[in-house]
């Protein structure tokens, strides 16, 4: 038992942090304050009512929810009218329904589980931040109170949103791949059990279905020049993914009809009166409209409250943009020192780029400049922030050998402080009704 507590020490000392600070955004962020809070609820709400949600007409009103937000969610305004989630996967309204049941209907309680599912993306994302960084435990230590205490992040996963359970799947994902590409031979019960991960993820959100190309190329790259091992280990990998995505894809079908496999057509053609992104480019221009993409994103990657609403004071986020820009000149230098992205592992930098990628290509059409939009890379993220911040503390440590400890700790010991005043100063005064 001492020899467990001495090895994962700082995930322990992480954790400490993140369930207090989770417990208190989780209790006193005003109810429905997280974005699309209502329409996640009301998805578990049905299925406790025994209907299983289909997105129709009547389900998103652009006015209606213009209101409820303006009035801060006053008691007079209704949410039941907000379902415009039914097209979701059902994966983690299904895991929240008994919990409904027994709370009888808790918020408070469905935000709870949300918050236990981030304690096993912590786990996993550590986990994997061992893997990569095997001879500088330091570096790890890093990357888990980034992931953990990351303000943004804590927010979404303290509100009923089934992005909890989507990056918990991704970075369970990443860990089996991981520890994967670091043995010599693949056994068919870890390629299963990787298979059954990715089909869970495309029972949960169409932004952890990004985990499958990832996985595809890394077996290409892994067996391009053995094309019966290939086919045999494809077989293995995606056959189980498949088949239980094709429960749900084909529940679109008959419901939805035509090729909506995914349901996303059905939802466009309800939610409407969204803001274009041509509308922007028409009214202030390509550059503007760019600008505002870099910095409402960058904003809201570290904690843009509520419906993106409650900034952070500018101070802050220059503080924030300092400090990134550091860590943005370390990870270049290093990696022009090796040129390399071994040490970061090509398959999370594959998905960095394709999770990139996909927000971009959002926002070419809607204005959805969320940074919590690229937290499904978050562990490769993470991973990038550690390496950056090797750079300036490697010669530290090489100096003060107790700042190998030290340092990572005071990093989350600031993440936490930022949290506790997010919360008091600006989320809880700026939210309540």
Known sequence: MDSFVRRHAFLIFVLALYLPAGFLFATKTPAWQAPDEPAHYNYIR??????????????????????????????????????YEDYQP?????????????????LTALRLLSLLLGVGIVILAHATFRLLFPQTGWLAWIATAFVALLPQHLAILTSVNNDALAWLLVAASLYLLVRLEQQESL???????????????????????????????????????HWRDLLAHAATLF????????????????????????????????VTGQLQTETWVSQFGLAETVRRLLLTTFHSFWGQFGWMGVPMPGWVYSLLALFSLALLVGLLWRWSKTWQVKSLHWPLLLL??????????????????????????????????????GVWIRPIIARFSPAAFLLPAGLALGL?????????????????P
């Not at 129709?56 to 009103?61: A, I, L, R, S, V």
């Open 416 to 432: 936490f402080l930022l949290d506790m005043i997010a919360l008091s100063r600006w989320i809880v005064p700026n939210l309540t």
């Open 239 to 270: 056959l189980p993914a498949l088949l239980l995505g094709l429960v749900w894809w084909v529940r679109n079908l008959v419901v939805y009809g035509g090729l909506d496999f995914l349901g996303t057509a059905a939802h466009n053609s309800v």
């Open 187 to 225: 056994s068919r019960r870890d390629l299963s059990l990787f298979g059954l991960l990715l089909g869970l993820c495309l029972l949960t959100k169409v932004t952890a279905y990004l985990m499958l190309p990832v996985a595809g190329l890394w077996l290409l790259g892994r067996f391009w020049r």
């Open 352 to 389: 960095f780029i394709l999770n990139l990628g996909l927000f971009l290509a959002y926002n070419l059409t809607f204005v959805q400049h969320q940074g919590r939009y690229l937290f499904t890379s978050l562990v490769p993220i993470g991973a990038g922030v550690a390496l950056g911040a």
């Open 46 to 83: 049905q299925l406790a009512d025994g209907r299983f949600p289909v997105i129709e007409e009547g389900d998103y009103n652009q006015a209606h929810l213009d209101d409820i937000l303006e009035s801060r969610f006053a008691p007079g305004y209704s949410i039941e009218p907000l379902e």
């Open 90 to 106: 059902p994966a983690y309204y299904l895991l929240q329904t008994p919990v409904y049941e027994i709370s009888n209907g808790s």
